[in-house]
């Protein structure tokens, strides 16, 4: 390009070199408004980006009677190489300035700001003793000697490998452009240590992409896929409470709920023969209904959308891709994949849709499930699995089989194995309940009045204890005979198991219920007449920080400006060096988590804060108002799954009684 009767060699961008184009100021400015040029390789995408920079003389090609409007370009960057008798090892030639092989690569290249570090390294060297020197630009003029020296005949450098040690070494060199001194990370070479090489930039694309998948995106859009009966809608649920539970805007998107409302006939099995041209069309309106909606709700401040439809062929997974991608950059899309290999639980998903579904409402249970099969065969003609096409093989997609029992991920980055990988690995359909209650008060040991008898407290806290065990031991018992949702008994239910799985991941066999107390000697205690527990910290109360063990009404004397401020948002403001209900939320997760996870019956026993927290997510109501939730002392919560992902409550006191 030329410029003002200046000529200015534009490069292209490599892995190594990012070109700048910027606007020139007079000589001996600090700063200069620099547009910046970045690209991949290929130079198929370019965006540009205003930055400013602190330039250096040596950076640039025009250096003296810039005027504004001149176009410069970052100087090629110099090229440095580790030379003499070591590289002849790796069937170099000693002492060649232009010899590649030990060409030096940069630490951590950045257009902005370039590394002035560069590395290479020469592994499985044989031991013994060499001298090298560092060239520039494959040239001895300018090359590097001992001690940073780069003037005609400076000493060489020297590498000493000693013999009576080890046979072989592994020897990182890094140079320092800046001062011309090289240092050298020697260690025995052991294959089964691992190299220590640092990646060269011929790894950088994989990287990017990596880079580009962790990114925290504005909105997440989560695609189901899969036949129908397997159980798509139950997962799409049961992300949907844990994801509002974690204070993110989330929302289901059910594509058939679309089609009941604009079709009379959902219950024909020709209805969804793709043949059926006016079908189709009907279907597919249906569909951009429910996206269009979807995106909408995005735009209006939803965090989460969960686009719940069989999508069962790439060419619609590629629509909905591309429109919220068309839509939206700042769209994250994952696939989610639901199959059922299993023909017991594929049986039992049948019947449970069949029963609740508006498509086959007053249907005979026979002829519902003949014509849902018939349904599910015209699906099967033209269904595609998953990431098998090589269109899909470059998107985010996990396939969850048989709800859980295997999971396969593709480029599962950010929050895929931060937080919706895990869930997904812990839900089930078992019928086992959760239960929780209060701590209670810390008791003293051996508590007694002045006469010697226990005090009225301790009396009470010891009914409630017998009370509880006897509770406990009565629900286990109908637990493991109960008739369970149509099947004859727990062991024959598909999810039965008399296992619990501890913390550590061993399994406590011949066990009926997992007991998780805190650290707290008064949650233990209250165990301690039922079975044997495990104690979590992240089931410890709210630490109140400088206010620990301070009623509220005494924080609101000596600190009212803090108390006010509390009282406006009681779930996100922070006592001063404690937590907030947004930080208890935040620990608790792993715990619930693996709550979720266990098949075998759980008791928690813990504190008001905690229990608060949790009973949110079971009772599907909106976190930020946990504080609000009542937890009497002597109580019993029990919650008991119900075949749509959410929970039924039950409460019982278990505390004294005039007619106790």
Same mark, same amino acid.
């Given at each position: ?187 025995? /070479?052991?294959?089964? =240590?691992? &190299? ?8 950088? +694309?994989?990287?990017? #992409?990596? @880079? ?119 769209? /994250?899309?994952?696939? =989610?994949? &639901? ?8 049986? +039992?998903?049948?019947? #449970?849709? @069949? ?125 493991? &005979? ?179």
């Amino acid at each position: 390009a030329t410029c003002n009767k200046r000529s200015v060699q534009l490069c292209r961008v490599t892995t190594e070199q990012q070109l700048y184009l910027w606007r020139g100021t007079p000589q001996g400015a600090n700063t200069k408004a620099a547009v910046g040029v970045m690209g991949d390789v290929s130079g198929q995408r370019w965006r540009q980006v205003v930055e400013k920079m602190q330039t250096k003389q040596s950076m640039w090609r025009s250096a003296e009677g810039v005027d504004d409007g001149i176009i410069g370009a970052f100087r090629a960057p110099d090229e440095y190489r580790v030379v003499g008798d070591l590289v002849t090892y790796a069937g170099g030639r000693a002492w060649d300035p232009g010899c590649n092989v030990g060409y030096m690569s940069r630490s951590f290249p950045c257009a902005v700001n370039p590394s002035n570090e560069y590395t290479c390294s020469f592994n499985h060297m044989p031991a013994g003793t060499y001298e090298f020197k560092v060239t520039c630009n494959s040239q001895w003029k300018g090359a590097y000697g001992r001690n940073g020296c780069n003037s005609p005949g400076a000493p060489n450098m020297v590498l000493d490998l000693q013999r009576n040690q080890h046979s072989h070494y592994d020897v990182l060199f890094v140079f320092n452009a800046d001062t011309g001194m090289v240092s050298t990370d020697v260690q025995p /070479a052991d294959y089964y =240590l691992g &190299s220590r090489r640092i990646p060269r930039n011929r790894s950088f +694309e994989t990287f990017q #992409e990596r @880079v580009k998948m962790m990114r925290e995106s504005g909105h997440l859009v989560i695609v189901m896929v899969g036949l129908p009966g397997r159980g798509k809608s139950f997962i799409s649920r049961k992300l949907s409470f844990f994801l509002a539970w974690k204070n993110i805007n989330t929302k289901v998107f059910n594509v058939g709920s679309y089609r009941r409302k604009d079709s009379e006939t959902t219950a024909d099995p020709n209805y969804f023969d793709p043949n059926n041209q006016a079908a189709m069309t009907a279907r597919q309106c249906a569909a951009e209904h429910a996206l269009k909606d979807m995106l909408s709700w995005l735009d209006e401040g939803g965090k989460v959308a969960i686009f719940d439809a069989t999508n069962s062929t790439v060419k619609r997974r590629g629509w909905v891709f591309d429109k919220c991608k068309s839509h939206s950059q700042g769209i /994250a899309v994952v696939f =989610l994949e &639901s199959l059922c290999t299993d023909q017991r639980i594929l049986e +039992e998903n049948l019947m #449970e849709k @069949v029963s609740t579904s508006p498509d086959f409402r007053g249907i005979p249970r026979e002829d519902a499930l003949e014509q849902f099969r018939k349904r599910i065969e015209q699906y099967e003609k033209v269904y595609e699995p998953l990431g098998e096409q090589v269109e899909e093989s470059e998107r985010a997609y996990i396939k969850l089989y048989n709800l859980s029992s295997r999971v396969l991920v593709n480029k599962p980055y950010g929050r895929i194995t931060k937080t919706l990988l895990p869930y997904l690995l812990s839900i089930h359909v078992g019928a086992r309940p959760i239960m929780f209650c209060r701590a209670g008060k810390a008791s003293r040991q051996g508590q007694l009045t002045r006469s010697g008898e226990p005090t009225d407290e301790t009396v009470l806290r010891a009914f409630f204890h017998r009370q509880l065990a006897a509770y406990i031991e009565r629900r286990m018992h109908d637990w493991k &005979s109960e008739d369970v949702r149509g099947r004859r008994t727990r062991s024959n239910s598909i999810h039965s198991t008399g296992d619990v799985r501890l913390q550590d991941g061993r399994i406590h066999r011949g066990v009926d219920i997992k007991i998780m107390t805190s650290t707290l000697p008064r949650a233990m205690e209250v165990a301690e007449a039922i079975g044997p527990s495990e104690q979590y910290a992240t089931l410890n109360p709210m630490d109140k920080g400088a206010y620990a063990n301070m009623p509220m009404e005494e924080i609101e004397e000596t600190d009212p400006v803090f108390f006010q401020s509390f009282l406006k948002d009681q779930f996100t403001t922070r006592f001063p060096g404690g937590e907030s209900y947004e930080d208890v939320l935040h620990r608790l997760e792993s715990l619930l988590i693996e709550m979720e996870q266990q098949t075998a019956p759980v008791l928690i026993i813990a504190h008001e804060s905690t229990l608060r927290v949790l009973l949110a997510y079971f009772r599907g109501a909106p976190v930020q108002a946990c504080h609000e939730a009542v937890i009497p002392m002597d109580t019993l919560f029990e919650l008991i799954p119900v075949v749509g992902g959410s929970w039924l409550e039950r409460t019982h006191f278990l505390g004294y009684t005039e007619d106790a």
